[in-house]
């Protein structure tokens, strides 16, 4: 390979004395058919930066970048015009930057990195970028979406010294926090300078003076110098920040001469797609490399936000040939027939970041749409040929690009973990491995090969696989594992629980600690030896990740785990191996206990009382007082389980008493230390005795009497402020936002024009992140764009109903008085056990809400909108109507969730006839998942589908279910923010219901299973859990056999399916244009499909 010395011929300064290591010629595949693009020099003989002057030279009248103004004419804007540009962004980034210095006490910085933190539009974001380094400093884009720390964290690992920072607030004040978090954590003394986002006009306006090169000299740096900084994801830890050199960038920009088309002059759309992304970086390298234009929306400030429609509507108005997006935008667009009609125009689709449901993908091949999968990594670039001629009904397999060396490292059968080799024509940004000595970085994406096509191949997943439980909540076992195998004790460990309740762990012991697993004493022995790791573990983990003593399976030396050469497990193929003893451990769960809290000497109400004590706070993380809600402090189903089992074991063990009439539910009856003690100690002493359920009825109805009575006295009353107005457009506040329902409220809260501000109020994590991480990776987890967070419409707030302002400083509740007009209260918890006393502070909070709307200084009160239960008429008659107005407390009767409901119910509507406030109450029926498939495991009908293989049949109705989507649901209640004072209550249910057959016979498709009437398998269920026994936890709906025989009992009448309340909703169909519209989207098989396909994902049929 040549070395010399050079000096460029360029209109600038750069001199460069050091000898080069240029790259050898690639195939010339690009340029052939385009007059106004010279591909330039690809060696390294010039770098980036200097591309932009020979294309000034060379290219000048190609273009760079459209972009489509609102009345359709396309505006491009050329080399010519955005070399200018990229050199008036550099003299400014010189004047702001200058040769200042930060960090902490010791760093010492060559040259000077130059963050940029917005959700600015793309035109000036690029620029900018293309400025820095034509400035000679070194640019890092950081994701708008990342947390104060890790921002601080990403700033120090670089030594940034300046931060361009966004025009809206949110990055303003995460700007700050950063900076605050750089002098008490990192050591800085001076923190990095920062200077606003510039506009598209602060470039490109046309009354600015002039440039050219010899304006702003650059020198050569060699190709080995870092150009600019990207991050990782951060998906298991902090991001981390990686370092691009010159030659890796042009490495990578000749990706494309490797592949099969010439997209010299081609338009890409990058619409919603962030210029902080790498692929949004990358597009700016091609369009130097080969000549792409890239096509991106016109520029405003503030930035439009992204919607499904707005991007594929941009992409059509610029003419673009190609979309460069994500699998849930193709998803979306799939379902226009005038989209996909289209789509199936231009020449592709390539997608990334994740799978493409393969439905949807065949369906838009089958159209003529063509699809590329792009597969990549900021660590290595762009790793799959971009792009081959066809892909056809392989669209979602790639072929690695032939300038990569690869090694598939054998992982499972028919998985191969990807090793990227460095060759002469590309090295990884990261090197953390090495193949035959030579530098590797080895990816931990798992790829598995076309069955009959070689050479092609599909991503299936990760070495590093987070555990995604029935709950949906996940497990990232990387840092649990890595503590473990610390442990002096353990050679290796695999945590296991996918489409489990909990977590558990393998652990192989070193080979001198080795157990027989039959021996139940050593057993003990060695977990009592790792048992210190594990509390490490537990208080790292957030609450669904911790592991009790009962979870751990020791390693059986018959059965040994297999290793990566790197001395890692293979966790998959340990997890497979021991699938029958993991099985078996979930199967006794449910009548498993604490085994180390020794049992009472006696069982008055004093020791009993010091033993449930013990018990409690071995369990749980934070024990409360004697008197406090366990609920209300963190204590979950299987907890709830564990001190049941425990206390019984205690109580059957000392005094060999039949402990099998005590009720299933009395944790959740006696939600304290103290009532659990008396309630044990009366099991105990034989004075227990079981309650007659007339008796428990009556009992109920009067609880819920007296807390309505509570909570309905003296209410506040509204003073106006006469110099008050109201303000333009809707200010919103809504409360439980991270729920999936709270995440479409707010998605289409923000893309709804006269809404101009929403406060999000939600309580604080139990694991200390921040809101508004939870809130982007609840968001992103729906399928939903998380960049609305950044718009600086939102304001995310954490507080508490129940605490004095709600836990709000004194100028933020003030702001929230003063401004908001309408109230959304969603927050509630989602507990079908536990009963009406634990809901207090539910209630509790619908009056703080009902206060806060009547101190309001607004001519009116806000309107306060409060989601209510089709569950408060879990006991009316199913025979009749049910009209949208108020109803008996014995219809609720059953559970705390809808006998809390009901109170609330009774409060807000006291407040509506005594107060000026005007609220109205939604019964929200039953929902079912939007578009994404994603409905909870453990509701009831889910538990049914997920019962049907194990039981062989599937219930079936010809009668009619009146289920909801979740994004209709919520459509539907935001419109219902408009209705009229005199509605006080409404139902939300589809007012186009479909027999229950027709998706049962969908199921029964999908999982071959007959269809039989609803006692049938409900029989068929019975005799399964009477042969099974305690042994019963996998299968959910064996826990709701209560629900299911109070179905049978209803079944056989009225004129819904299963017996389900006839639900009239002329007002909501008044009051909503979602609902009453007639063309509204039906329930179909299609939607079955979604649902089974998310179900399989999170692992509700399989057994581990």
């Avoid at 990192?186 to 506009?199: K, Q």
């Avoid at 892909?391 to 032939?402: A, D, K, L, P, Q």
């Avoid at 609220?919 to 498939?933: F, T």
């Amino acid at each position: 390979m040549s070395t010399f010395s050079i000096v460029f011929p360029l209109t600038q300064t750069a001199v460069m004395s050091t000898p080069l290591r240029l790259l050898p010629s690639h195939p010339q595949t690009q340029g052939r058919s385009c007059a106004t693009f010279k591909v330039p020099p690809l060696d390294g003989t010039l770098t980036f930066p200097q591309l932009f002057d020979f294309h000034e030279q060379h290219s000048a009248n190609h273009s760079l970048f459209v972009y489509a103004e609102q009345d359709g004419t396309i505006n491009a804007i050329n080399w010519t015009r955005a070399c200018v540009a990229i050199r008036r962004a550099a003299l400014l980034v010189r004047e702001h930057v200058g040769t200042m210095h930060v960090g902490g006490p010791t760093d010492a910085q060559e040259v000077p990195v130059v963050a940029i933190l917005s959700a600015s539009d793309a035109i000036p974001y690029a620029t900018l970028m293309m400025g820095i380094m034509r400035a000679g400093y070194t640019p890092f884009p950081l994701s708008a979406r990342n947390s104060a720390a890790a921002i601080a964290h990403l700033l120090a690992q670089s030594n940034a010294v300046h931060i361009f920072v966004g025009l809206d607030q949110a990055m303003r004040d995460l700007t700050v926090e950063a900076c605050e978090l750089l002098k008490s954590q990192y050591g800085y003394v001076t923190v990095p300078g920062t200077s606003s986002m510039p506009v598209f006009d602060d470039f490109y306006n046309a009354g600015l003076k002039g440039n050219t090169a010899h304006d702003v000299p650059y020198v050569h740096p060699g190709l080995d110098k870092t150009i600019f900084y990207l991050h990782s994801s951060g998906s298991t830890a902090f991001p981390k920040p990686i370092p691009w050199t010159y030659r890796r960038m042009i490495q990578i920009s000749r990706a494309v001469f490797y592949g099969e088309r010439d997209l010299t002059g081609r338009t890409m759309a990058l619409f919603g797609m962030p210029m902080f992304h790498a692929m949004g970086i990358m597009s700016t390298v091609f369009a130097c490399a080969f000549g792409q234009v890239i096509a991106v929306p016109a520029p405003q400030t503030p930035p439009a936000l992204p919607t499904v429609e707005n991007i594929i509507q941009g992409a059509m108005a610029t003419k673009a040939d190609l979309i460069m997006t994500v699998p849930s935008l193709v998803e979306a667009w799939s379902r226009n027939p005038e989209w996909v009609k289209w789509l199936a125009t231009i020449d592709g689709i390539s997608y990334g970041g994740g799978p493409l449901n393969k439905e949807r993908g065949d369906y838009l091949v089958s159209q003529g749409v063509r699809i590329f999968c792009n597969y990549g990594s900021t660590e290595s670039g762009v790793m799959s040929e971009f792009l081959p001629a066809e892909t056809g009904m392989n669209w979602e397999y790639f072929r690695f690009g032939s300038f990569l060396k690869v090694k598939l490292e054998p992982y499972v059968e028919h998985e191969y973990e990807v090793i990227v080799v460095e060759n002469e024509l590309l090295r990884p940004n990261v090197i953390n491995a090495k193949v035959d000595g030579v530098d590797a970085y080895a990816t931990f994406d798992l790829v598995t090969p076309h069955p009959t096509e070689k050479g092609l191949y599909k991503v299936v997943g990760r070495t590093d696989d987070q555990i995604m439980h029935s709950t949906g909540e996940k497990t990232n076992p990387g840092p649990l594992e890595t503590m473990m195998n610390q442990d002096p004790h353990v050679r290796g460990s695999a945590m296991f629980g996918r489409g489990r309740l909990q977590a558990g762990i393998l652990v192989d012991p070193k080979p001198e600690y080795t157990v027989d697993p039959s021996d139940e004493a050593k057993l003990a022995v060695f977990r009592n030896m790792i048992w210190p790791t594990v509390v490490k573990m537990n208080t790292y983990a957030p609450q669904h990740s911790r592991v009790f003593k009962e979870m751990i399976i020791v390693a059986n030396p018959a059965k040994p785990f297999t290793y990566t050469p790197k001395g890692t497990v293979r966790r998959a193929a340990a997890i497979k191996e021991y699938d029958d003893e993991i099985n078996a451990l979930y199967e006794l769960v449910d009548a498993s206990s604490q085994s180390s809290v020794a049992s009472p000497a006696s069982w008055d109400v004093a020791v009993t009382t010091e033993f449930v004590r013990k018990t409690v706070a071995q369990i749980m993380k934070n024990c409360p007082q004697d008197g406090d809600d366990l609920f209300q402090h963190g204590c979950d189903s299987l907890q709830a389980t564990y001190i049941r089992n425990t206390l019984l074991r205690a109580v059957r063990e000392s005094l060999k008493i039949d402990t099998r009439p005590v009720t299933e539910s009395f944790v959740y009856n006696n939600p304290n230390i103290k009532l659990l003690s008396t309630f044990i100690s009366s099991v105990a002493l034989g004075t227990y005795q079981p309650e007659d359920d007339t008796t428990s009825s009556t009992d109920r109805v009067n609880a819920m009497r007296a807390m309505v009575l509570q909570y309905t006295t003296a209410f506040p009353l509204h003073k106006a402020d006469l110099s008050a107005k109201r303000p333009t457009g809707d200010i919103v506040l809504v409360t439980g936002t991270t729920g999936s329902f709270g995440c479409h409220l707010l998605s289409q809260l923000a893309a709804k024009k006269d809404v101009k501000r929403i406060y999000a109020l939600n309580r604080a994590s139990a694991d200390q992140q921040s809101l508004h991480q939870r809130q982007k990776e609840a968001i992103a987890s729906r399928g939903l764009d998380a960049r609305i967070l950044d718009s600086g419409k939102i304001l995310l707030l954490e507080g508490d109903l129940t605490t004095a302002r709600f836990g709000l400083s004194e100028e933020t509740f003030g702001e929230l008085r003063r401004t908001v007009t309408h109230i959304i209260h969603n927050a509630w918890r989602v507990d079908f056990v536990i009963n009406l006393t634990s809901f207090e502070p539910q209630v509790q909070g619908v009056r703080a809400l009902i206060e806060f709307a009547l101190s309001s200084p607004l001519p009116e009160p806000p309107k306060f909108l409060f989601e209510s239960s089709i569950g408060t008429l879990q006991n009316a008659p199913s025979e009749d109507v049910i009209a949208e107005t108020a109803t008996m407390p014995e219809w609720a009767v059953g559970t705390g969730y809808a006998e809390s409901k009901w109170v609330s119910e009774q409060i807000v509507l006291a407040a509506g006839q005594t107060t000026a406030l005007k609220p109205l109450i939604a019964r929200l029926g039953q929902m079912c998942a939007g578009p994404d498939g994603a409905w909870n495991a453990h509701e009831w009908y889910p538990s049914i589908v997920q019962s049907a293989p194990t039981v062989g049949c599937f219930p079936d109705d010809e009668r009619l279910i009146d289920w909801l989507q979740l994004d209709l649901a919520t459509a539907a209640l935001i419109d219902l923010r408009k209705a009229s004072s005199p509605t006080s209550l409404v139902h939300v249910v589809h007012p186009l219901p479909i027999p229950w057959h027709d998706l049962a016979v969908a199921v029964s498709a999908e999982l071959a299973v007959p269809l039989v009437p609803f006692a049938t398998w409900l029989a068929k269920l019975e005799e399964y859990a009477a042969a099974q026994g305690d042994r019963t936890a996998r299968l959910h709906a064996l826990h709701l056999l209560p629900k299911f025989r109070g179905i049978l009992l209803q079944e056989d009448k009225g004129r819904m399916a299963l017996g389900m309340a006839n639900m009239d909703i002329s007002r909501a169909k008044e009051a909503s244009p979602t609902l009453a519209d007639p063309r509204l989207r039906q329930l179909s098989v299609e939607d079955v499909t979604r649902w089974i396909a998310y179900w399989r994902k999170v692992g509700l049929f399989t057994r581990a």
